[in-house]
T-cell receptor
């Protein structure tokens, strides 16, 4: 069953604006990961945050993790048309080789 | 998606036919996974492998079989295809120790 749930399901923003999406999960995790999927392509790993980290940055991406609330957020700053994609969170539980993916947030960046 | 290839890219099957999907990697990772992706449902794990010669069931294994005879290849078989198996299938490889995954380009399968 899916562990993570993204919110919102869909997001439409103007180029240059920031995009924020959230992920909630149910059980204790070892780490949480975010992936991007462009239409018709495979998923691409964006960023990983460990359970003992609260915030992480990678270029225009900022991820936060609140283990007390079992939630994470992904912020994309200064969005570009190329950021149009679906974004998925995935959780890795302790001592488990598998990831549990959410259903994703579809982001559309308008020019 | 460099390092993970999937064959074929597209396939149309009739109900009851069988086929094998091939995933190949050149990154020497131990962990390999097969997922299916259906609209609005994200990714669901079918089977996975933690090393050569090993396989394990995921969330939705029924109707599928797998084999990992060589470390670099992970095969997914459909013995008797059903319309419910119409989906996009993704192979992924996993990196120790945090298991971030690298995906292939996908196989779009239609069963009529």
């Amino acid at each position: 069953s899916q562990q993570g749930e993204e919110d919102p399901q869909a997001l439409s923003i103007q180029e240059g604006e920031n995009a924020t999406m959230n992920c909630s999960y149910k059980t204790s995790i070892n780490n949480l990961q975010w992936y991007r999927q462009n239409s018709g392509r495979g998923l691409v790993h964006l960023i990983l945050i460990r359970s003992n980290e609260r915030e992480k940055h990678s270029g225009r991406l900022r991820v936060t993790l609140d283990t007390s609330k079992k939630s994470s957020s992904l912020l994309i700053t200064a969005s570009r048309a190329a950021d149009t994609a679906s974004y998925f969170c995935a959780t890795a539980e302790s001592n488990d080789y598998k990831l549990s993916f959410g259903a994703g947030t579809t982001v559309t960046v308008r020019a | 998606n460099a390092g993970v290839t999937q064959t074929p890219k597209f396939r149309v099957l009739k109900t009851g036919q069988s086929m094998t999907l091939l995933c190949a990697q050149d990154m020497n990772h131990e962990y390999m996974y097969w997922y299916r992706q259906d609209p609005g449902m994200g990714l669901r794990l079918i089977h996975y492998s933690v090393g050569e010669g090993t396989t394990a069931k995921g969330e939705v294994p029924d109707g599928y079989n797998v084999s990992r005879l060589k470390k670099q290849n992970f095969l997914l078989g459909l013995e008797s295809a059903a319309p419910s198996q119409t989906s996009v299938y993704f192979c992924a490889i996993g990196a120790y120790p945090h298991y971030e995954q690298y995906f292939g380009p996908g196989t779009r399968l239609t069963v009529t």
